[in-house]
């Protein structure tokens, strides 16, 4: 019922910029907490950067000043500004969205969007 989709990916230089969406099959503020995750070959997912329902946001140490985190009411998207990026940023990036109901919480996630960046 309940889909993400990223787009954004791509091939960038060092130091350029990038910034990728999530678009959700329902109301991007009915999600009580969203994030963007990334996986490197050979390495566990980890998150970059989350934001709750208040709007309250965190970020991976690797990536505070660099990169935003936000929501976009008008086009109902999560978005991610990454700016300065370097090679260690290469990964597929995730989007990521959580639902508490009532019995249960649900946890739900993108396919994905390839960003590599080049040295």
């Known amino acids: 019922q309940v889909q993400l989709v990223e787009s954004g990916g791509g091939l960038v230089q060092t130091g350029g910029s990038r910034r990728l969406s999530c678009a959700a099959s329902g109301s991007i503020f009915s999600f009580n907490a969203m994030g963007w995750y990334r996986q490197a070959p050979g390495k566990q997912r980890e998150s970059v950067a989350t934001?709750?329902?208040?709007?309250?946001?965190n970020y991976a140490d690797s990536v505070k000043g660099r990169f935003t985190i936000s929501r976009d009411n008008a086009n109902n998207t999560l978005l991610l500004q990454m700016n300065s990026l370097k090679p260690e940023d290469t990964a597929v990036y995730y989007c990521?969205?959580?639902?508490?109901?009532?019995?249960?919480?649900?946890?739900?996630w993108g396919k994905g969007t390839l960003v590599t960046v080049s040295s």
């Open positions: 990521n969205g959580l639902i508490r109901e009532t019995l249960r919480v649900m946890e739900f």
């Open positions: 934001i709750n329902s208040g709007g309250s946001t």
